[in-house]
């Protein structure tokens, strides 16, 4: 059965492998590039969005070794709740459903009434510079955290992690719907730059200032 292929790849997600092995007890960085054989920047941002989830947190630093004291983290309460896997599954269940059901055209309409519900509905107003705002508070929202960068008329969104990183890889239509959401915020079109890497996928999304949706 395919559900099963998408369980294994969702239980290997970086993320997820890093909160699996914080259960077994707390851990510095370089033990846990050492056990999970990521790369130090994957880590780094991994623990950054677990410690902004409230998921971890950080004891006192250890004192082992020469040159300056290593942090150790640790899983909060919060994580003896923490079950994204089984909600990645569920949601890779029903969009597959979901686009078997009602058709290529049909997934795509629902896909787009996601969109307006996420971005509230209301028509943009303010100067471009206060859409701006109020597009990365609501993206912060649900967990895409964005820097903006300008280059003459474009601005792009770009976040050092994923909300949905176990997913976009095999669902990079759910990086559309963030991009749409966007649109209706600012009031002009975005393009999806996301990068969906196995490793570390990262939100990017791209406009033009100036151009109307």
């Not at 997820?16 to 056990?35: D, F, K, M």
């Not at 969009?95 to 059901?101: E, S, V």
């Not at 474009?154 to 050092?160: A, K, M, N, P, Y």
């Not at 600012?186 to 730059?193: A, E, I, S």
């Amino acid at each position: 059965m395919a559900t099963n292929g998408w369980l294994q790849r969702l239980l290997k997600s970086s993320r997820g492998r890093i909160v699996a092995e914080l259960r077994r007890g707390p851990a510095t960085i370089n033990e846990l590039i050492e056990r999970l054989g990521l790369s130090a920047n994957a880590v780094r941002s991994h623990i950054t969005a677990l410690e902004r989830d409230g998921v971890i947190a950080t004891d006192e630093p250890s004192r082992g070794g020469v040159g300056k004291p290593a942090h150790v983290y640790r899983l909060t309460s919060a994580a003896s709740t923490l079950t994204p896997k089984a909600y990645d599954a569920m949601l890779v269940t029903v969009l597959d459903a979901t686009r078997g059901r009602a058709g290529e055209r049909g997934y795509q309409a629902i896909l787009n009434d996601v969109a307006d519900k996420l971005a509230g509905g209301a028509p943009p107003t303010g100067t471009f510079d206060e859409r701006l705002r109020g597009a990365r508070k609501l993206l912060a929202q649900i967990g895409a955290n964005v820097d903006v960068q300008r280059s003459g008329n474009t601005v792009r969104l770009r976040g050092s992690d994923c909300p949905l990183a176990s997913l976009v890889a095999t669902h990079p239509e759910l990086c559309g719907v963030i991009a749409n959401v966007i649109a209706r915020r600012l009031g002009t079109p975005v393009r999806d730059c996301c990068d969906r890497s196995d490793e570390l996928p990262r939100c990017c999304f791209e406009t033009i200032v100036g151009r109307a949706a």
